[in-house]
């Protein structure tokens, strides 16, 4: 331990090359260790956390290729599940009447009553129609007098209507002689037709820019 000791006394560090050995070696070794380590945060770090995004991206990569595989083998899959959409949204949409067809619609109601011995004590269109994506509802305030079997009927004629009618807050009171009073709105749809969609695409259009 003396000798080796001795070794680092009396250095000269304008002189490193008379050092001795052993004291010269720790030096290179010390040198070669800040080399490294000045590489690393000067220049390697950087190159590192390169591969290491190019890793990741080959991975997010990898991921949406297998799913677009997947999506080209089900391709036939998906089309015929589109087509059979289309079909069940066009045998749905032939339910809804068009902008002609409403009148005609309001009068299957009132014969369906009157159809069943009701009495009409209401019968009251809204003044306006509600517009949604692609159709119009329309409500029917109605005020009907009769037997409880009667309305029943009115409700499953309504039901078997070839247009949607749905009947909506349907609220019962006894009357004199043992009928009742059946307060309910119906409400009617049509699907609007390629015009109106048309200005009403134009119209959410013009609010949205509006908006901005």
Do not use: C
């Not at 390697?44 to 290491?52: F, G």
């Not at 190019?54 to 036939?76: M, S």
């Not at 009157?114 to 129609?129: I, K, S, V």
């Not at 078997?160 to 006894?174: G, K």
């Amino acid at each position: 331990m003396k000798e080796f000791l001795e070794q680092f006394k009396n250095l000269n560090p304008r002189d490193p090359g008379a050092w001795p050995p052993l004291p010269k070696a720790m030096l290179l070794v010390g040198l070669l260790v800040g080399v490294v380590v000045l590489g690393y945060f000067v220049d390697w770090q950087e190159q590192m956390e390169s591969l290491e995004a190019g890793r990741a991206q080959e991975a997010k990569l990898k991921d949406e290729y297998v799913a677009k595989q997947q999506q080209a083998i089900n391709l036939d899959l998906y089309r015929q599940q589109l087509r059979e959409i289309d079909s069940s949204f066009g045998a749905l949409l032939k339910q809804l009447p068009n902008r002609s067809q409403m009148d005609a619609l309001l009068v299957d109601i009132n014969q369906a009553g009157l159809g069943r011995g009701l009495q009409f004590d209401l019968f009251r269109p809204a003044p306006a129609e509600t517009k949604r994506e692609f159709y119009a509802e329309l409500p029917v305030t109605l005020k009907l007098n009769g037997s409880y079997h009667d309305m029943g009927q009115f409700a499953s004629d309504i039901g078997q209507l070839s247009r949607i009618v749905t009947l909506n807050d349907i609220a019962l009171t006894a009357a004199k002689e043992g009928s009742l009073v059946m307060d309910v709105t119906a409400k009617t749809f049509r699907y609007l037709d390629e015009e109106e969609v048309a200005a009403q695409n134009r119209a959410t259009k013009a609010a949205k820019a509006g908006k901005k």
